[in-house]
């Protein structure tokens, strides 16, 4: 039963008692299970750059930028001012505001692929909304999606995100693995699982359901996978695919939109036909967006006779997101972007040499500005290679937690890093240096060796 009883609520200040107040009223004490640790959360009390200071005054060093989301640190000015200015005139009105204009002109202008754009609040409406897009311009039901990839929590998309040696089944048809308790029965006949970069398996499942796949969902560097790229070679046979058999190429470029001035998809000699976006975009406010070929956003349209996909949103391309937007991606410009890589790639370097030295068999993916770290040898190019067993679970959070409390280094708990323009070389060295001293641990080699 809930109290409000002061004297059975601890009032301090301290993490334990902001948790114990947390547990009573939000499930498990978290909205959000990416945040969650044992024994409890830790609390922010401010951020600036690259660093974020907790409730007792402990400054950390931050490698996940809230999930990849802030391309430019925390509280960076220019975005800070541009939205107080914006706030004092309003937050979200039901009428149009010219900021959603002024930042659906920047991002089309970026990418070439973009011809229009829809805005959302969040990467899994994005992805949602690409999917039923894309069954509207098709007709067909089914989507295909690749095994372990995370597109956010729409039923479909989050089909066999999770799946594990024993419910994947066999890789010439990998089972579609429900995430969530009760996800009706229809939710799984309407997914076909592929396996990511393999082109033969890939191609023979799609086409066991060519009449019936609206589209090929394809994250081109997916992060739950073992952010790896996908080869030209594979995205152009999907591609080929999709041309013959009336599906739409749909990528979710939530996160891989940074790698590229204009997206991951500048690498590939194909485009997709529809992109889902976020993170980045919102310049560290809630936003996703829908962009890709006018000819199939126009089930949107409401002034079509027949509207095809009815769209709205209460928060949908609100002044404040779409403000921050614009100046985060003004600022994240083609320099900024080479920059960015150039300095993951340096950080990269420097943790193989910790590698090395620590002679641990740990392997490094990635691309642009994003790296992640496989405890085992050989870098892994497929989700099952990749899997991490429960023993390897251990080792990183082991490692995890050894930044995070002895040298106030964040990384994300895949043990990967989503780097922001705030980063500096010292900042580097302070991660290659880390990572060393944590690679050494006696417990954490026993673990891995
Ligand atoms: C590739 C990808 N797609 C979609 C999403 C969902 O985005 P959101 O958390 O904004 O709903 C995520 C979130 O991490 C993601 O990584």
């Known amino acids: ?20 107040r947390a547990v009573g009223v ?8 990416t945040i969650f640790r044992r024994p409890h959360p830790y609390y922010v009390a401010s951020a600036n750059g690259s660093f974020i200071t907790d409730i007792d005054g402990i400054r950390r060093l931050d490698f996940a930028n809230n999930m990849a989301s802030l391309i430019h640190g925390h509280s960076h000015p220019a975005i800070v001012n541009a939205v107080i200015k914006q706030l004092k005139k309003g937050s ?27 805005f959302v609040n969040s990467g899994t409406e994005a992805v949602m909304t690409m999917i039923k897009i894309s069954r509207a311009y098709t007709g067909k039901p089914k989507i295909a999606k690749a095994e372990g990839a995370y597109h956010g929590t729409y039923d479909f998309a989050e089909i066999s995100q999770t799946a594990n040696p024993d419910n994947w089944g066999d890789i010439d048809k990998p089972n579609a ?27 023979h499942l799609l086409d066991q359901n060519a009449d019936q796949i609206a589209c090929v969902l394809l994250d081109p560097v997916p992060h739950r996978i073992g952010l790896f790229p996908a080869t030209n070679e594979f995205v ?8 013959r058999n009336n599906a739409i190429l749909a990528f979710d470029e939530v996160v891989t939109y940074r790698v590229n001035y204009s997206g991951m998809q500048d690498s590939y000699s194909v485009k997709p036909d529809l992109t889902a976006l976020a993170k980045i975009i919102g310049g560290g406010f809630a936003i996703g967006a829908i962009a890709g070929k006018s000819e199939i956003m126009q089930v949107l349209d409401p002034r079509e006779t027949f509207l095809r996909h009815p769209h709205s949103g209460t928060f949908s391309a609100n002044p404040v997101s779409t403000t921050a937007g614009r100046i985060a991606m003004e600022l994240f410009d083609e320099q900024a972007v080479l920059k960015l890589n150039a300095l993951a790639m340096m950080a990269r370097e420097q943790i193989e040499e910790s590698i090395k030295i620590a002679d641990v068999p740990v392997s490094i993916t990635g691309v642009g500005s994003m790296f992640r770290l496989h405890f085992q040898e050989n870098v892994p ?19 995890i937690d050894y ?3 002895k040298e106030n280094i964040i990384m994300i708990n895949t043990m990967a890093c989503m780097f922001a323009t705030t980063l500096t070389r010292n900042d580097v ?15 954490t080699k026993k673990l891995i060796v």
């Open 1 to 20: 039963m809930k109290s409000n009883s002061s004297n059975q609520i601890p009032m301090g200040k301290s993490h334990e008692s902001i948790y114990q």
């Open 26 to 33: 939000i499930t498990g004490g978290v909205s959000r299970n």
């Open 92 to 118: 979200a009105f039901t009428m149009a505001t010219e900021a959603e204009v002024n930042f659906a002109e920047l991002l089309t202008a970026r990418s070439p692929g973009f011809e229009k754009i829809r």
């Open 177 to 203: 693995v429900p995430v969530v308790q009760g996800t009706p029965e229809g939710i799984k006949d309407d997914v076909v699982i592929y396996p990511f970069n393999d082109i033969e398996r890939t191609i």
């Open 236 to 243: 152009e046979a999907i591609y080929n695919w999709t041309r």
């Open 381 to 399: 190019s497929t989700y099952r290679e990749a899997y991490q067993n429960k023993e390897t679970k251990a080792v990183i959070n082991e490692l």
């Open 403 to 405: 930044l995070f409390f």
């Open 429 to 443: 060295d302070r991660l290659s240096e880390a990572l060393l001293r944590g690679l050494k641990n006696n417990e």
